[in-house]
């Protein structure tokens, strides 16, 4: 069965809230729903983490330089790589990443 990841995305509930959509071998598909809302800086010394932007414009801070991703860009960002995303990011977001559990 087919699922459609953006209406998916506009269904969950809150903002920056992850739903895993699904897993592969290890490596989650979390889907976040972004909505204007700034998330601090974070880092994580453990694993890997792609974002792909489904629908809209992400403004991410990663190591310090800023970029703008919008729909169909994908940025992969290498374990203990400080990251944040600044305010007036929207739209939908995947995350791959190989999280341990």
């Not at 489904?54 to 330089?65: F, I, P, Q, R, S």
Request: proline share 7%; charged share 20%.
């Amino acid at each position: 069965m087919a699922i459609n990841l953006i209406s998916l995305a506009h269904t969950l509930p809150k903002e920056w809230q992850g739903h895993r959509a699904g897993s592969l071998e290890g490596t989650a598909l979390k889907l976040f729903r972004m909505e204007g809302t700034a998330l601090p800086e974070e880092c994580h010394p453990d694993y890997t983490e792609i974002f792909i932007v489904l629908e809209g414009e992400m403004h991410l801070v990663v190591n310090g330089e800023t970029e703008t991703l919008r729909a169909g860009d994908m940025r992969h960002i290498p374990p203990s790589t400080p990251h944040s995303v600044l305010a007036g990011s929207r739209g939908v977001l995947m995350i791959l990443d190989n999280e341990p559990a």
